[in-house]
């Protein structure tokens, strides 16, 4: 097994490389905070791409949506109590 491989590194295969040109990865202190482009995104800051991710829900959160639904009126039914809570609920932003 090639020893570069097991280094915990995304860029391990550049290191070694003396054909591929060295790619700077440190990470650079901002003078001007105007500068910084700010991307509105659904769901957390590293997800800006867009791609799906999936956020499980804390059973108090469900319980608090269940209470807010109690009175509620779908077309001719009116959701009056809700006997019990089980289970768990994911969110997905996609």
Do not use: R
């Not at 003396?18 to 590293?46: F, L, M, T, Y």
């Not at 009116?78 to 994911?90: C, F, L, Q, T």
């Amino acid at each position: 097994m090639d020893k570069t491989k097991k280094e915990h590194c995304y860029t391990y295969w550049v290191k070694n490389d003396p054909n591929h040109p060295k790619i700077d990865c440190q990470p650079k202190k901002v003078e001007d905070p105007s500068q910084v482009q700010q991307v509105q995104s659904i769901g957390s800051q590293w997800n800006v791409s867009g791609t799906w991710e999936e956020k499980k829900v804390p059973m108090n959160e469900i319980k608090k949506s269940i209470e807010n639904i109690i009175g509620m009126k779908i077309g001719q039914t009116k959701i009056s109590a809700v006997e019990s809570v089980d289970g768990e609920a994911h969110l997905y932003f996609i």
